[in-house]
């Protein structure tokens, strides 16, 4: 099974404009957040840097739309709880039989 790992961090940023950072009130960080796509390799499929203040489901949706076209061989995402939300189609609750799976 091919699969793709998504997940986020937030870091500080030097001399940013204040129009390109943000404060990620969960890590208590003012700054970008980088939105990452890795193989169960570990290598980069994908990033997209957005100001901190950016939810990780809605960072989520540009750096899957950004690479979509390298995302075709893939069967499935896995991303933790952060990303919870309006990211799928899914109603209810679905139990995972597993959290993560490398």
């Known amino acids: 099974m091919k699969a793709g790992i998504t997940d986020s961090q937030s870091f500080k940023g030097g001399q940013l404009p204040a129009a390109s950072s943000g404060y ?5 960080i003012k700054g970008r957040k980088r939105h990452t796509l890795t193989d169960t390799n570990g290598l980069l499929l994908g990033v997209v840097v957005t100001p901190a203040s950016v939810q990780d489901r809605d960072g989520a949706k540009v750096l899957l739309c950004f690479f979509c076209h390298s995302l075709l061989s893939l069967l499935m995402i896995i991303a933790d709880g952060g990303y919870a939300g309006k990211l799928e189609d899914q109603k209810g609750f679905i139990e995972l039989p597993r959290r993560w799976g490398i």
């Open 24 to 28: 990620d009130a969960g890590e208590k």
